[in-house]
């Protein structure tokens, strides 16, 4: 089998770009399985980046919070584009073919949806290493696009368990990792293609009167690929800040802080190679009973939200299925961050829904089975817990605390992982996060000429 025509980066920052039988093809198609959906890894369908703008009523907020979904994505998860784009460097490069082996896909969740998606589209063999204790519909989403499966102790925060299976698989000539965690085809996918899109849609909606700038850019950190997105916000709009997201009870970088939690995606107990921690301004620390009983509020509790904040029945329909666990984890993270700013009107906070809520129905029940039905009166509580200023914790990004995220690399990558101090201390420049994403051109001119373009 050879490969299937591979999206460049920016066939995936503007669609409209891609060749027209490729795009017609991938419009027509309703096989979700169909390699030509690997033109639709864009935050744009039908020519429109997919985003809600979060009512004032909800936020409690005088800024805008604005949520970009990433639902419509193939695998049904954003995290499927720097699947993708990390796959893409290797077969550029030589080091992965279609030769029998096997890709491993490290994840907690999504990444490892999307690599079990993108590996067999191209041909390849998928497998996936994940905690066992996710929630059964990533298992189930996984199995179905035709990957394997190592399930590894714990939970969502338990990465380290994740390295050395991943560790024991590398004895194996036949596997080749793609480690999201430390992998630059991640940062470059996120730079390029959700940055770029979070800044076109800032420019359409300053356009239109609905914000006057962009204020910050929020993103939990599970790889922190996505908080890449706001590296290329800041460099459009230099003004804009970036918050990262961690969850209270595994408070890495608040505090060195280690444990479990609940919000599937985030918060592993270490700092990732590739989040470029210098550029992080504020750290937000959310609590994951407030992400679980926010979501179930989003959900199932639309007529209280309705009668209580006098918000649009139509409006809230229309948020059916947008948030998973960690998209929540994002809006009540941008509400704090507003708040400790002291954010006004015209000030546009933007972030993302990683996944919708189809892989979240177990959580839920399993909420319930913990806690009771969602009453009315127990919704209504909810709703104050989403304007609640003094929950969760708040950390600024001063010089010395940046150093100290840095520093804290060295106990995985360098320990652990075998980077070299060298190595270490090159991330440390904001030049190197430039080199990064000045590779995208040339890897998309030789994408073309290997698809022969």
């Known amino acids: 089998m050879s490969l299937p025509p591979l999206p460049t980066l920016s066939e995936l920052l503007h669609p409209q770009t891609q060749p027209a039988a490729i795009r017609q093809a991938a419009d027509r198609s309703t096989d979700e399985l169909d390699p030509v959906h690997l033109f639709d890894m864009s935050w744009r369908k039908r020519g429109a980046i997919q985003h809600r703008i979060l009512p004032r009523e909800l936020t409690g907020t005088d800024a805008t919070v604005v949520v970009l979904s990433g639902r419509h994505f193939p695998s049904g998860s954003h995290k499927v584009g720097p699947a993708y784009s990390c796959l893409r460097e290797k077969l550029l490069a030589g080091e992965i073919e279609q030769d029998g082996s096997t890709l491993v896909f490290p994840s907690t969740g999504n990444y490892g949806i999307g690599g079990a998606w993108v590996g067999p589209r191209l041909g390849l063999k998928s497998l996936v290493v994940l905690p066992e204790e996710m929630s059964a519909e990533r ?35 036949n596997n080749r990792i793609l480690n999201q965690f430390e992998d630059f085809g991640n940062y470059r996918f996120h730079r390029f293609v959700t940055g770029g899109s979070t800044c076109e849609l800032a420019e359409e909606l300053i356009e239109q009167g609905i914000g006057e700038r962009p204020a910050a850019f929020v993103s939990a950190m599970g790889s922190a690929g ?22 209270v009870q ?16 985030i918060g592993d107990k270490h700092v990732t190679w590739i989040h ?59 509400i704090r961050a507003a708040h400790h700013w002291g954010l006004k009107r015209g000030d546009l906070v ?36 989403l304007h609640d ?31 070299t101090v060298g190595e270490l201390e090159a991330l ?16 998309d001119a030789r994408t073309l000429a290997q698809r022969g373009s």
Request: hydrophobic content about 35%.
């Open 139 to 173: 298992f189930e989403k996984i199995r179905a696009y035709g990957a394997d499966i190592v399930a590894t102790p714990g939970s969502e925060s338990n990465v380290k368990e994740i390295y050395d299976e991943v560790a024991r698989l590398r004895a194996d000539p």
């Open 389 to 419: 200023r003094s929950r969760g914790l708040v950390l600024d990004g001063t010089l010395a605390v940046r150093r100290r995220w840095h520093n804290q690399k060295y106990f995985t990558w360098v320990e652990q992982q075998g980077k």
């Open 226 to 247: 996505t908080l890449a997105a706001a590296d290329e916000l800041k460099q459009r709009f230099p003004s804009c800040r970036t918050v990262g997201v961690e969850p």
């Open 250 to 265: 595994c408070s890495t970088l608040y505090n060195v802080g280690y444990g479990s939690h609940a919000i599937e995606g």
């Open 276 to 334: 470029n921690v210098r550029s992080t301004d504020l750290l937000v620390c959310v609590d994951d009973q407030d992400c679980l009983e926010s979501l179930q509020l989003m959900q199932e509790g639309r007529e209280v939200l309705a009668r209580e904040l006098g918000l649009d029945e139509g409006w809230l329909e229309s948020m059916d299925g947008i948030f998973g666990v960690s998209g929540l984890c994002n809006v009540l993270a941008s």
């Open 350 to 385: 933007f972030t993302v829904a990683t996944d919708g809520f189809d892989r979240y129905p177990s959580v839920l029940r399993r909420l319930t089975e913990q806690n009771g039905p969602q009453t009315a009166e127990v919704a209504k509580a909810r709703i104050d817990t």
């Open 428 to 443: 440390w420049s904001p030049a190197f996060w430039e080199e990064q994403i000045a590779q995208v051109p040339e890897l």
